[in-house]
């Protein structure tokens, strides 16, 4: 009797057990089923140079009828997120304003391996709301108009980018310095945190004249003088994946699209040139920027 007790004690124990162990196994598939859920349901958040922002916005609308991936955009200055990055920003890819953050967060390990690619490549510009008056009707402009008159007499107050942070701004000095123009406008400079708050001051005649993205003048109809890239470095806009984000598929996905030649000919569209013409110095000196 004691035996067949015994027995039956044991048999009891070991079903609990084994129902504890099913128990344990249902939630675990169920915490992961969640987790995965979650991370499907939520957005790629995309940090982005603020000349990129609104282009990379209109482009959105259709990468998301494609794909049917949500997307939270992060704007501001590429030297901002890229410190962020490096303090444990929760982005899923950056889209700079140029290649030198990019390459260094790769090096340091913080992008995904084979992920840095040229998205863009920027343009200088320069615009006067007194000048673009009358640029419309110019169908070439040499380089003594350029060097000579909208330039030649410094007005009291010239915006650009900051050099010291922002890409654009670096390639403003870069374009001044080219044209022997450096010293005569540093004192009267105001310079922007970043080339869409250069934009700004312009936009609302805050400051007359001063050096922008072609991108800014395309997107808002307005008119300006294309800087030759051969003043100054190239403008490359590159984008990394972040080596922990948990969207690195959609992130991929991202990235494909922005590289498509049915993008990369819309990005050209609103202003940034084509790869091949980086540093060409067959092309004419002076471009309209396209209306």
């Not at 051969?230 to 080596?243: G, P, S």
Request: glycine share 4%.
């Amino acid at each position: 009797m004691l035996r067949i007790l015994l027995v039956t004690v044991l048999i009891m124990s070991l079903l609990d057990v084994n129902s504890s162990q099913a128990y344990q196994s249902n939630v675990n598939d169920s915490t992961k089923t969640k987790t995965k859920s979650d991370s499907n349901n939520k957005p790629l958040r995309i940090a982005v140079a603020s000349n990129f922002t609104p282009v990379l916005k209109v482009l959105l609308e259709d990468f998301t009828k494609q794909t049917g991936i949500k997307s939270q955009v992060i704007s501001g200055a590429s030297g901002a997120m890229f410190l962020q990055i490096k303090y444990g920003a929760p982005f899923d890819i950056f889209l700079s304003a140029d290649s030198r953050r990019p390459k260094e967060l790769e090096q340091a390990g913080y992008a995904l391996a084979g992920s840095r690619k040229t998205y863009a490549i920027g343009q200088l510009a320069l615009y006067s709301s007194s000048l673009s008056a009358n640029v419309n009707s110019i169908d070439q402009v040499s380089l003594e108009l350029l060097a000579l008159d909208p330039l030649r007499k410094p007005p009291a107050r010239f915006a650009i980018a900051n050099p010291d942070t922002a890409p654009y701004g670096k390639a403003a000095k870069e374009a001044l310095t080219h044209m022997g123009l450096w010293q005569a406008y540093e004192s009267r400079l105001v310079k922007g945190i970043n080339i869409g708050q250069t934009f700004t001051q312009l936009r609302s005649k805050a400051v007359d004249s001063g050096i922008v993205a072609n991108s800014q003048l395309v997107l808002n109809n307005l008119s300006g003088i294309i800087i030759p890239s051969n003043y100054h470095q190239a403008i490359e806009q590159q984008l990394i994946i972040i080596r922990n984000s948990k969207q690195q598929a959609a992130a991929e996905k991202l990235s494909h699209f922005l590289l498509s030649s049915e993008s990369q000919n819309r990005i050209t569209s609103y202003g940034y040139a084509q790869t091949k013409q980086v540093n060409n110095t067959d092309i004419k000196l002076i471009e309209l920027t396209a209306k």
